[in-house]
């Protein structure tokens, strides 16, 4: 019914929202309009899913370029949406670039304190801690320097 549709999601939307705009131009303006369209159990009828690949994350760059599922909430979501680990566990981890993009904050335990004692943390490790989503190539870069730092 259109001659050019693009759809978008917003950079401010959590990667699990069902949140997108569609911009139409061009409209057609056909003789007859098929009313299913008008429809909305046939609209938004849900049609199967293309598997997306899931690959490992093992970069800060894939971390920052990977496409999200953009077709609403996805199954395997916990009830909420908001995850939260300890500091410590993601210093220890083998794969921190997992946790960069599964949590949304970590908390400062007294145990992940004592592990960063004596190491160079970023002066805004609190701030950062606080909402792992809004951050971005530095913020990530710090977390990782500073579980290296610990590991080395």
Known sequence: MFSKVESNKPQSSRAASAEIFM???GFKAPD???PRLLDPKYALEQVD???ESAEKITSLKKLLNTKHN????ADDVKPHLFTECDLGDF???ADPHSYLSSFNKFTISDTAKEMIKGLKAPLDL???CEDLKLCGRR???DLL??????NV
């Not at 320097?145 to 610990?150: E, G, H, P, Q, S």
């Open 23 to 25: 911009i139409c131009q």
């Open 32 to 34: 007859v309009i098929d």
């Open 49 to 51: 899913d293309v598997e």
């Open 70 to 73: 953009r077709d609403g909430f």
């Open 91 to 93: 210093i220890q981890s």
């Open 126 to 128: 609190v701030s950062i």
């Open 139 to 141: 913020e990530f870069s």
């Open 145 to 150: 320097k500073l579980r290296y730092t610990y």
